[in-house]
Every structure is written in structure tokens, then in C-alpha cells.
């Protein structure tokens, strides 16, 4: 168990997430619900909760909240709309390793028995992506999005540089999408819309012939002119620093 919780912490810090530790214990009242003696138990839980008051990590208790062998640390994340969802979990099994009769040799030469620490960091990954998905209401910041830049040609013969365009940008470490399809720009700019893709440029004869770039930034209906060399540095800055959209 690391002090302070700082790998979770971190992880936390990166996805802009606040959270709360949920101290989960035994429902004292539902015993024969829940492997081992009251002396296992009793260890176990003074064991996660002194952690907690040894780091002076605030937590709440919660009783019936363990799981049937053993007291856990539940990390309790916050949504941005107040939703308190179960992400990271650590717990503590004293229950396991003697049901299944492990032991080592300790630094005395005796026989002892492990403890088992259960961790998983982010739960499930599809309930985590759905956890942040809610968090920042489908729109996910450049770096976590599937496709940072949709390239949508206004025409056939557009096609072509949108292509050698998209080549470029995959080179410089962005994912890109040229939306070829046979439909309208005004479709095809609704698509990238309520696909919440953070970027978006349209390719056409006028900005074919200007060495400006027709940006459409996610949440705007403006149309920005920058240069290509001015758009990459932007894009990889945010994503190398996982900020921005």
C-alpha cells in the first residue's frame, strides 16, 4: 500500500478527477456473511485503518461496504455533475492465503503466512472510460480523444491533399480521420460535431491556395485561420501536457 496514495493520486491528477477514500469494512450485525473469524477481521480492519490515520489520509467508514474475505480501501471518484463512483480498490486478505495454505520462509528461518493485497487501480476499462466520459459530458480533452483531427475535403479533387495532410499530421504523432464520404461539408461538419472530435479543417479550393489552415475548434462555430506549423506545436503541446479542449 503506497503511503499518501500516490500512484492514485497521480492517476487522479492526470484525468482531473477529485476523489474520497471509503474505508469498507465488516457489517458487524451479518457475520456468517463474511469468511474468517472475528480475530482475522479485527486485525485486518485496525490494519487498513491505521494506514489510513498513519498518512492522515481522510477516509469514511462504511460498514456491510467489504468485500467477503477482507476490509478494502475503495477510491470513491467525483464527476463533474456530483456522481460518486467506485474507481480504485485495495484490499486486505488474511483469509485467502491460509484457505489456500501459502506460506514462505521469513527472514528468521520460520514458516509464515502471507497477507494478500488485492489492487486494481481503474476498475473495469470500460466503466472507467464511462466514468470519465460523464466526467467531462462526452467531451474528452484532445489527448484522450480516439481522433484529435477530422479533415473533411470539400470536394473529390481535395481528396488528394486532405490525404498527403493527414500523412503529415500522423507523422507528427496526432490521429487523424479524412472524412471522404459523398456528402455535403455542412453533413459532414454536424458529424465531427456530435462526434466531439476537438478539431476539425475543411479543405476546399480557397484554402488549398492559402497557406492558412481553416481550423474549427470543438464548442466554437468559428472558423480560425492558423498555420500548419502553428496548429502542431498547439496540439502536440496540449497533448504532451494533457491539457486543452
Known amino acids: 500500500m503506497c503511503p499518501k496514495g500516490f500512484i492514485i ?26 469468511l474468517g473469524s472475528d480475530a482475522v477481521w479485527e486485525k485486518a480492519q485496525a490494519t487498513m485503518e491505521s494506514f489510513l490515520k498513519r498518512h492522515t489520509i481522510p477516509y469514511e467508514r462504511a460498514e456491510g461496504e467489504a468485500a467477503f474475505y477482507g476490509p478494502k480501501m475503495d477510491l470513491m471518484c467525483k464527476t463533474a455533475i456530483g456522481h460518486d463512483w467506485q474507481l480504485a480498490t485495495i484490499q486486505l486478505d488474511y483469509i485467502m492465503p491460509e484457505r489456500f495454505k501459502l506460506s514462505y520462509i521469513d527472514k528468521t528461518g520460520k514458516e509464515a503466512q502471507p497477507v494478500m493485497i488485492h489492487k486494481a487501480m481503474a476498475g473495469s476499462l470500460e466503466r472507467f472510460i464511462a466514468i470519465l466520459l460523464e466526467h467531462y459530458g462526452g467531451n474528452l ?10 479533415l473533411i475535403p470539400v470536394a473529390s479533387r481535395h481528396e488528394k491533399p486532405a490525404k498527403k495532410l493527414e500523412k503529415e499530421f500522423q507523422a507528427a504523432g496526432l490521429r487523424v480521420h479524412v472524412d471522404d ?9 454536424r458529424k465531427a460535431t456530435r462526434r466531439r472530435i476537438p478539431y476539425v479543417i475543411v479543405l476546399g479550393d480557397k484554402e488549398a491556395r492559402s497557406a492558412k489552415l481553416a481550423l474549427r475548434v470543438r464548442g466554437s462555430d468559428r472558423v480560425k485561420a492558423i498555420g500548419k506549423k502553428r496548429f502542431l506545436e498547439m496540439a502536440q503541446d496540449q497533448i504532451r501536457k494533457r491539457r486543452g479542449l
Open 9 to 34: 493520486k497521480r492517476m487522479m491528477r492526470v484525468y482531473g478527477l477529485e476523489y474520497w477514500i471509503r474505508l469498507s469494512l465488516r457489517d458487524p450485525e451479518a457475520k456468517t456473511a463474511y
Open 181 to 189: 464520404a459523398n456528402e455535403t461539408v455542412g453533413y459532414k461538419i
Open 141 to 150: 480533452p484532445l489527448w484522450l480523444s480516439p481522433v484529435h483531427l477530422e
